[in-house]
């Protein structure tokens, strides 16, 4: 990288991601713009069914959002959204089977989910995977990659 992007990207560094930075931005920050409702707002999240992704899912939940919860393991997407649906009151919440590693399934379950839901407004990619050893997925690609970089890039 040439001194002046590395430059260009120290001194952003330093004006947006340090504490001091924080620290300005936050006297900006209006509370009450968090306060809005989500009704009406269909919401896909990926990885929903622990950490960030189910964060998310219960935050929008709470807010009154459609929540789509695209998860691999059915078990625990299903105990996931016991949760989100008990703690947040809201029923909206719909639980989709997906290995994102697959990409032709991708490209059929976004095919099949365009027919069954008339909207989407939020795509939160939240899923990923990180392999201990190289594995590829039944079309040959690096199972990481697939999941990580080509998520619904095909048949969206």
């Known amino acids: 990288m040439s ?3 590395n430059s260009a990207w120290f001194l952003k560094g330093l004006t947006e991601f340090t504490k001091g ?3 300005s931005a936050s ?4 509370e009450k713009d968090l306060e809005t409702s989500m009704a ?3 919401f896909m999240i990926t990885g929903a069914n622990s950490g960030i992704g189910k964060a998310a899912a ?10 789509h919860m695209v998860c691999r393991n059915k078990d625990k997407a299903e105990e996931a959204r016991a949760e989100i649906v008990k703690e947040s009151g809201n029923k909206e919440i719909y639980v989709h089977i997906l290995d994102l590693s697959e990409t032709k399934k991708c490209g059929e379950f ?3 989910f365009k027919k069954k839901y008339k909207t989407l407004n939020v795509l939160i990619n939240n899923a990923g995977c990180m392999m201990t050893k190289r594995e590829v997925n039944g079309e040959g690609l690096e199972k ?5 970089s080509l998520v619904f890039s095909y048949g969206g």
Request: charged letters at 20%; zero cysteines; aromatic letters at 12%.
């Open 3 to 5: 001194l002046y992007r």
């Open 21 to 23: 930075a924080f620290l």
């Open 27 to 30: 006297k900006n920050f209006v």
């Open 40 to 42: 009406g707002r269909s």
């Open 58 to 67: 219960m935050a929008i939940a709470k807010k009154g959002g459609t929540v």
């Open 110 to 112: 976004v095919e099949s």
């Open 144 to 148: 990481s990659f697939a999941s990580n």
